[in-house]
């Protein structure tokens, strides 16, 4: 018994290491430092301030536009990925020639360097490029300097290409959803009578609820932290910087200010926290058996 | 009988239509990597240019492209042999030990998948530079050799793996790494295979913390490599494509050649969620 024990816990340690020193180690130390002055270049050691970093935060404008351009960007893009991904299953679920090279290609933008995908559409999006070509073609007026160069467009075009990059994965899950109904369902509606499209609201959909929670949820806590698209497409210019870029720009950049970033990273935590905690109830009360 | 087909070729129409969104960007990537320095990268240019693979070569006679193209493959695969073989070990014993320690455990790998990595920005800057590890490949490699997706895969897959094999070798007298290590990891083989593709794509794409935890030019990944290409303003469209293709090619390739399995893998991890 003492042996196995032992074995046990030279099995476990790899996990214990990490999770100690890479995940519960750095969440206490940047809770803590959040209260604190703490950053690479004042000369005094840290001092305990308590909350004024989170004072400051409030009425830094920075952070305030960080944080609304982070909710335009969850809330623009997660529903409208969501219901994409869900056409472009049913689309794929049926039965047809050629169908494992459509899936193939839908899903390929996810498995690509988000800093390519990044790069390939600065291209697209600059002043003169194909984008811009093919808005006038269809009697737009593309902005001036390109679409990344310009306030108004900028975040939106950020958020067009994430959608265009995660649906295909969020496609595939939903896939998964739609194998776990059993096709008895489809056929009693049909010998009632029931065509497609009240196949799909009937069944369909109500049996998707669950996936589409989950969906919801993974989606919502990577959303929230956009960065890299944003790094590289406009360095959080033209009112594109998420709570990320602000946390990555105030923290380990110039000013170094470990305590003000760790501060605002963990009002994102709670924000993201709030948000998948009220989905998380939500799928309860609907779904008894998740 | 006709409205049948014709629903028939509306579907083919949409279905190639989505497919032709999907792919032109990748394929645009392509097409400007193979264009001659100074060509406009137009819709005409698209299909009359000229194509010269010299873009490329450009590349590793004249940036460390070929440096960047080992660091990536040097992380990656380290990560993914360290993730395959210490998920599996931590996932045997919480799948087959269960013990109150370990369910709490396994509580802690579920915390982890749903905290967002990105908040630790700070605490694994600060961490790296006082343990000296900042701008060093332990920096890029020690925080994701344990990746709690890895962990929560195998253990589902090992709990349906019938522990009878296990109990005769024991009863043998075999020794317990011996049977983990011999009967265990065998039977594992798709799961595995499954991790392992997961996270040697998730490393290979990594930006943020590559990026934050070296300074180093001789440290840079493709992606922290690209993304300081674009910086400059010496580069051109042409090479900052090639250099984006040369990042895409392993992925393309692994992915064509082990469609099934990913496609697969993908959507077992999100069901068991």
């Known amino acids: ?290 | 009988m006709v409205t049948d087909r014709i629903k028939k070729i509306a579907h083919y129409v949409i279905l190639f239509l989505i497919l032709g969104i999907m792919a032109f960007p990748l394929l645009w990537m392509f097409r400007v990597s193979l264009m001659p320095t100074g060509s406009l990268q137009s819709f005409v240019e698209l299909w009359q240019g000229s194509y010269t693979l010299k873009n490329y070569s450009d590349l590793f006679t004249t940036s460390s492209m070929g440096r960047y193209l080992f660091n990536s493959s040097f992380v990656a695969l380290i990560v993914t042999t360290g993730n395959v073989l210490f998920c599996f070990m931590v996932a045997y014993a919480l799948a087959r030990y269960r013990t109150i320690a370990n369910k709490i455990l396994f509580v802690t790998v579920i915390i982890v998948l749903m905290i967002p990595a990105h908040i630790l920005i700070v605490p694994l800057y600060v961490l790296m530079l006082k343990a000296k590890m900042y701008d060093t490949y332990w920096a890029l490699i020690l925080p994701w050799l344990v990746n709690p997706i890895g962990i929560f895969l195998l253990k589902q897959y090992i709990e349906n793996v019938p522990s009878t094999m296990e109990d005769a070798a024991r009863v043998d007298g075999a020794g317990e790494y011996r049977i983990i290590m011999t009967i265990v990891m065998p039977l594992c083989k798709p799961a595995l295979a499954v991790v392992a593709i997961q996270i040697f794509f998730t490393n290979w794409n990594l930006f943020l913390f590559p990026f934050i935890l070296t300074s180093s030019e001789s440290l840079r990944t493709l992606p922290v490599a690209l993304a300081h290409f674009q910086g400059q303003q010496a580069i051109d469209w042409q090479h900052l494509m090639a250099g984006s293709a040369i990042a895409v090619i392993p992925v393309l390739i692994i992915f064509i050649i082990l469609q099934k399995r990913i496609v697969s893998g993908i959507t077992a991890g999100a069901i068991k969620q």
């Open chain 1, 1 to 290: 018994m003492r042996s196995n024990r032992l074995t046990t816990l030279v099995l476990l340690l790899p996990w214990i290491i990490t999770f100690v020193v890479f995940w519960l180690f750095p969440l206490l130390f940047s809770l803590i430092t959040g209260f604190t002055d703490y950053s690479l270049i004042s000369r005094n050691p840290a001092e305990w301030i308590g909350l004024e970093n989170y004072k400051e935060l409030l009425t830094d404008q920075d952070f305030i536009i960080s944080i609304k351009n982070t909710f335009i960007f969850v809330f623009g893009t997660v529903p409208i990925t969501t219901v994409i991904a869900l056409i472009m299953a049913v689309l794929v679920n049926q039965r047809f020639k050629g169908r494992g090279i459509f899936r193939a290609g839908y899903f390929l933008p996810s498995i690509t360097s988000m800093v390519v995908i990044s790069l390939i559409f600065t291209n697209l999006y600059s002043r003169g490029g194909y984008i811009a070509g093919l808005a006038s073609m269809l009697g737009f007026t593309p902005p001036e300097h390109g679409f990344l160069y310009d306030s108004s467009t900028a975040l939106f075009s950020i958020m067009a290409m994430d959608i265009w990059m995660s649906v295909g994965y969020y496609m595939l899950i939903f896939l998964s959803g739609l194998k776990s109904i059993p096709s008895e369902l489809y056929e009693a509606a049909r010998i009632q009578g029931a065509g497609n499209i009240r196949q799909f609201f009937l069944i369909t959909l109500p049996l998707l609820k669950p996936v589409a929670l989950f969906i919801l949820v993974i989606n919502t806590i990577k959303s929230f932290q956009v960065f890299v698209e944003i790094f590289v497409m406009t360095q959080g210019k033209f009112e594109t910087a998420s709570m990320v870029y602000f946390i990555y720009e105030t923290g380990v950049t110039t000013a170094f200010r470990f305590g003000y970033a760790s501060a605002a990273a963990y009002i994102l935590f709670a924000i993201i926290g709030i948000f998948s905690l009220t989905q998380f109830i939500l799928m309860r009360r609907r779904h008894p058996l998740w």
